[in-house]
C-alpha cells in the first residue's frame, strides 16, 4: 500500500462548478501538507501551504486538513477552464528532511 | 527571473549510453532535487542536496550521481542507461532546510531504448 493514495481520476466538470481534490495517507508522522498544480508539459508549482490540521483559503482555493482520518481536500470554487491541470498532493514530517511524499496526481479538465 | 532551469528538455539515449543532466538555480536556494514522474507512480525523489558540499539519496537512487557543483547548480548523471530510467526528469530548489517549499524547473524527457 502507498503512503499517500489519490484518485488519478481524470475529473471532468463544467465551468463555474466546485471541485472536490483527495488524499488519503498512512502516515501518522505527517505534519505539513501541500497541494501542487503541475499543467501540462510544465514542471508542479505549489499552490497550498498548510502546517497541522484545519483550513486554509486562498482566493477560490481552499486546503482541509484532517489528521484524525488522515484526509486532505482541495477544494476549488467557481472553476475556470485556466484551472485545467493536473493536481498532485504532497506531505511530510517536518523531521525527515528532503522526504517529501506525493500523491499520484489527479487530472482535472474544466470545459467552457 | 528564470527560476529554476534545466537542460536538455528532451533526450533520447540508447542503452548503456551516459548523460548528465543540468539543473540552475538564481533563486539563492539552499536546497536541490532530482525527481523523477512516472505514470500512475507520482514524483519520487532521487537524491537531494541540502546545501553546498553535501548530498543524500532519496526514494530511487540506483543507477544516478549527483553532483552538487556550487549553490547554483545540482546535476544528475546516468552512467549506463537503462530502459527502466525512461521518465520525465525535475529538478526543484527549496530556500530553507525543512520546509519543502519546492520550485520546479520545467523537467527533462528522457527516453531509453
Known amino acids: 500500500q502507498k503512503e499517500v493514495e489519490q484518485d488519478p481520476g481524470p475529473l471532468s466538470v463544467p465551468e463555474g462548478a466546485i471541485v472536490s481534490l483527495n488524499c488519503t495517507y498512512s502516515?501518522?508522522?505527517?505534519?505539513?501538507f501541500m497541494w501542487y498544480r503541475q499543467y501540462s508539459r510544465k514542471g508542479p508549482e505549489l499552490l497550498m501551504y498548510?502546517?497541522?490540521?484545519g483550513n486554509k483559503e486562498d482566493g477560490r482555493f481552499t486546503a482541509q486538513v484532517d489528521k484524525s482520518s488522515k484526509y486532505i481536500s482541495l477544494f476549488i470554487r467557481d472553476s475556470q477552464p485556466s484551472d485545467s491541470a493536473t493536481y498532485l498532493c504532497?506531505?511530510?514530517?517536518?523531521?525527515?528532511?528532503?522526504?517529501?511524499?506525493f500523491g499520484q496526481g489527479t487530472i482535472l479538465t474544466v470545459h467552457p | 527571473n528564470a527560476g529554476v532551469t534545466q537542460t536538455p528538455k528532451f533526450q533520447v539515449l540508447k542503452t548503456g549510453q551516459s548523460m548528465t543532466l543540468q539543473c540552475a538555480q538564481d533563486?539563492?536556494?539552499?536546497?536541490m532535487y532530482w525527481y523523477r514522474q512516472d505514470p500512475g507512480m507520482g514524483l519520487r525523489l532521487i537524491y537531494y542536496?541540502?546545501?553546498?558540499?553535501?548530498?543524500d539519496k532519496g526514494e530511487v537512487p540506483n543507477g544516478y550521481n549527483v553532483s552538487r557543483l556550487n549553490k547554483r547548480e545540482f546535476s544528475l548523471r546516468l552512467e549506463s542507461a537503462a530502459p527502466s530510467q525512461t521518465s520525465v526528469y525535475f529538478c526543484?530548489?527549496?530556500?530553507?532546510?525543512?520546509?519543502?517549499?519546492?520550485?520546479f524547473g520545467s523537467g527533462t524527457q528522457l527516453s531509453v531504448l
Open positions: 504532497a506531505m511530510f514530517s517536518g523531521t525527515s528532511y528532503g522526504k517529501l511524499t
Open positions: 498548510t502546517y497541522s490540521s
Open positions: 526543484a530548489s527549496s530556500r530553507d532546510r525543512g520546509t519543502e517549499k519546492l520550485f
Open positions: 533563486m539563492n536556494h539552499n536546497s
Open positions: 542536496s541540502a546545501s553546498e558540499g553535501t548530498t
Open positions: 502516515n501518522s508522522a505527517f505534519q505539513y
